[in-house]
């Protein structure tokens, strides 16, 4: 079994250039270019790095011999002329970093306090509920850290199988109350109030609750979500009930238009594979060559943002994921 995390640094300063298709829907193409974009730019940075080293040492010990014409440095031929894999990621703690990070040159440019600074936690379909409080922590973890932060002022929690869709408020509001599950959500929640009271996140919220499951849910947590996230492509308005509700228990309703199944299985071999665009990391699966194999499930993903309070200016945005190979 290998834990992989992959990450896309900061997409908005030096990051890569993200691919809009036009008007403002439900999409996944943010976080998969700009996945795609850092894993290139390590393997050509990482590389260019590993060659000069090995040339540097080769010409000192050898002064009679001439390098090799790639510095040393073996490709890949059989996987498109990719450098190893080895080069531009990093096995830590049990985990193999996709690409590997320089946790050194990360952070924001001024104090944590001048920011800021909303997660959002995406728990994925096919990934066991009863794991959700360590993805919760390692989400976390990783941006803290990514940021340089002692916390973060927002955490909102997105949990599988939610929308928000119908001809009108009315009907996506009632289709919402009977989708996902209650229980799961609910016995997820302890974790997230625990970052709360750890001092991690200073507010809770969550994402896709129409007014019946936010009126559940809240009669059974004890500390309750200041912010309910809505994607409102599919309806048109927020349903009356819900925002009575909200009004009623001092709950933002804010918009957005993020996907709930963020990263699929499909999108993420895809991403790791030996195809055109893909990052050699799996093995061929016709083949077996070039990389791991095994079956791949994408367990979570947490969205970051860094706003610059005073000047409401997005200096730092990126995304985390994590998956688990379990080797055949």
Known sequence: MTKLILSTGN?????PSIIRKPGAFRSNLELTNSLRSN????????????A????????????????????GLSLNTTT?????????TANVDGALYVPRIDWDVHGLQEEPPQYDI???????????????????REAVDHVLRELRAPAVDLLI????????????EWEADRKNAAQGSDEDELATWPAIEELHRAGLAKRLGVAEYGSEKLARFLQRVRVRPAVNQLNLKNCCNVPPPLAKLAEEQGIDLLVHTDCTDILPKGTLRELL?????????LADPESGAGGLSGDLTPQWVVKY?????DRGVIENKGYFAGAELVEE
């Open 11 to 15: 997409i908005i300063s030096g990051g």
């Open 39 to 50: 894993f290139l730019a390590a393997q050509e940075d990482f590389a260019a790095e590993h």
């Open 52 to 71: 000069y080293l090995a040339a540097s040492a080769h010409s000192s010990s050898n002064g009679d011999h001439q390098s090799s014409p790639d510095g």
């Open 80 to 88: 498109g002329g990719r450098p190893p894999a080895a080069v531009w």
């Open 118 to 136: 909303t997660v959002k936690i995406f728990f994925l379909p096919g990934a066991p509920a009863s794991q959700r409080e360590r993805y919760a």
């Open 157 to 168: 929690v997105s949990f599988p199988d939610l929308s928000f869709e119908g001809d009108c």
């Open 273 to 281: 594979g030996q195809g055109l665009g893909g990052a050699g990391i």
């Open 305 to 309: 943002t860094a706003v610059v309070r």
